[in-house]
T-cell receptor, first 117, second 113 residues
Framework: AQTVTQSQPEMSVQEAETVTLSCTYD???????LFWYKQPPSRQMILVIR??????QNATENRFSVNFQKAAKSFSLKISDSQLGDAAMYFC??????????????FGSGTQLTVLP | ETGVTQSPTHLIKTRGQQVTLRCSSQ?????VSWYQQALGQGPQFIFQ???????GRGNFPPRFSGLQFPNYSSELNVNALELDDSALYLC????????????FGPGTRLTVT
């Protein structure tokens, strides 16, 4: 079974600064996806960024980028130029690409990000 | 394009009762997954439905059951409610054959007293 670990329950960052959220995972599979989701107080889970394990290049979406280290099973999220609207709970998630599986998401316990004005 | 919707928004039930939560998939999506998110924790996978059949199940007892309808909407039923069932229940829809990107609804907050 796969597990996802987020060791930072809370993080804070000054507006316009950069912050990095950590995530490690454990799996015996070689083909999978990793995701970062954002959950604001409205509770709606929003996809921030996706990384396919077979791609060596780190994914980037505007101010959001990841550092994917497959051998170390590490998947961190970097938020540049932090904005007040980035304040939310952030979840790291894993999903298998194995055919025949339900392809459900396995989530970490989350990191609560506070953005200070 | 219509997003994932869930009803009701909030619900209060008594221990031992039964509850039905509803989810309407995003337009064009044929797969629905349900997750339970206890306070302060990450979502836990309950089960997934594809073509009206259960397509995978997490570590949840049989009193958690579901349905998927021909229009791909879905229900989550929980029997014999327990206090620990108090949580946010999230529904996510996706389309088989693509990247299986899961799009989440706003959730239903269930409180069991």
């Amino acid at each position: 079974a796969q597990t996802v670990t987020q060791s930072q329950p809370e993080m804070s960052v000054q507006e316009a600064e950069t912050v990095t959220l950590s995530c490690t995972y454990d799996t015996s599979e070689s083909d999978y996806y990793l995701f970062w989701y954002k959950q604001p107080p409205s509770r709606q889970m929003i996809l921030v960024i996706r990384q396919e394990a077979y791609k060596q290049q780190n994914a980037t979406e505007n101010r959001f980028s990841v550092n994917f280290q497959k051998a170390a099973k590490s998947f961190s999220l970097k938020i540049s130029d932090s904005q007040l609207g980035d304040a939310a709970m952030y979840f790291c998630a894993y999903r298998s690409r194995t055919s025949g599986s339900a392809r459900q998401l396995t989530f970490g316990s989350g990191t609560q990000l506070t953005v200070l004005p | 394009e219509t997003g994932v919707t869930q009803s009701p928004t909030h619900l209060i039930k008594t221990r031992g009762q039964q509850v039905t939560l509803r989810c309407s998939s995003q337009s064009g999506h044929n797969t629905v997954s349900w997750y339970q998110q206890a306070l302060g924790q990450g979502p836990q996978f309950i089960f997934q439905y594809y073509r009206e059949e259960e397509n995978g199940r997490g570590n949840f007892p049989p009193r958690f059951s579901g349905l998927q309808f021909p229009n791909y909407s879905s229900e989550l039923n929980v029997n014999a409610l327990e206090l620990d069932d108090s949580a946010l229940y999230l529904c996510a829809s996706s389309l088989v054959g693509t990247l299986h990107e899961q799009y989440f609804g706003p959730g239903t907050r269930l409180t069991v007293t």
